[in-house]
């Protein structure tokens, strides 16, 4: 079995890296009031229904999918910025947007709406990657 070697601090770094992105990324003046008005929410119903639970169950997601996302870049040996991007991007395009992409589909939901969502996870992915390859 190939195994992987990992810095569970550097997963941390990216970890905490993409959960900041999505503070940033889904505030209103970004793309937050475009994702509510598209998932029908308003800003009170953001402000008291985003609780610490969920926040930490975010975080544990994210915390997750940059794990995995080490042991792909440990696997192809990424270790400059540019290859923990190109390996981001290649794992986005091959299991986040095609996935996201096909709940959009059968869901109903606009094509915009999964731009913000995947684009978001795109943005995660790639500097996750860049932080993980560089920290190698």
């Known amino acids: 079995m190939i195994t992987a070697e990992i810095n569970y601090w550097v997963v941390l770094v990216s970890a905490v890296a993409g959960f900041a992105i999505g503070s940033v990324w889904y505030m209103p003046r970004v793309f937050g009031?475009?994702?509510m008005a598209m998932v029908g929410k308003t800003e009170t119903d953001v402000k008291t229904g985003f609780n610490t639970k969920?926040?930490?169950?975010?975080?544990?997601?994210?915390?997750?999918?940059?794990?995995?996302?080490?042991?792909?870049?440990?696997?192809?040996?990424?270790?400059?910025?540019?290859?923990?991007?190109?390996?981001?991007?290649?794992?986005?395009?091959g299991f986040v947007a095609t996935t996201m992409f096909?709940?959009?589909?059968?869901?109903?939901?606009?094509?915009?709406?999964?731009?913000?969502?995947?684009?978001?996870?795109l943005v995660v992915l790639v500097v996750a990657g860049a932080i993980l390859a560089a920290w190698a």
């Open 33 to 35: 009031a475009s994702w």
């Open 54 to 93: 969920m926040f930490g169950k975010t975080f544990l997601a994210t915390l997750v999918m940059v794990y995995v996302l080490a042991h792909f870049v440990d696997y192809i040996g990424a270790t400059t910025i540019g290859e923990g991007v190109t390996t981001g991007i290649w794992v986005w395009l």
């Open 102 to 121: 096909i709940n959009a589909l059968y869901e109903n939901k606009p094509l915009k709406l999964w731009a913000i969502n995947a684009g978001y996870q």
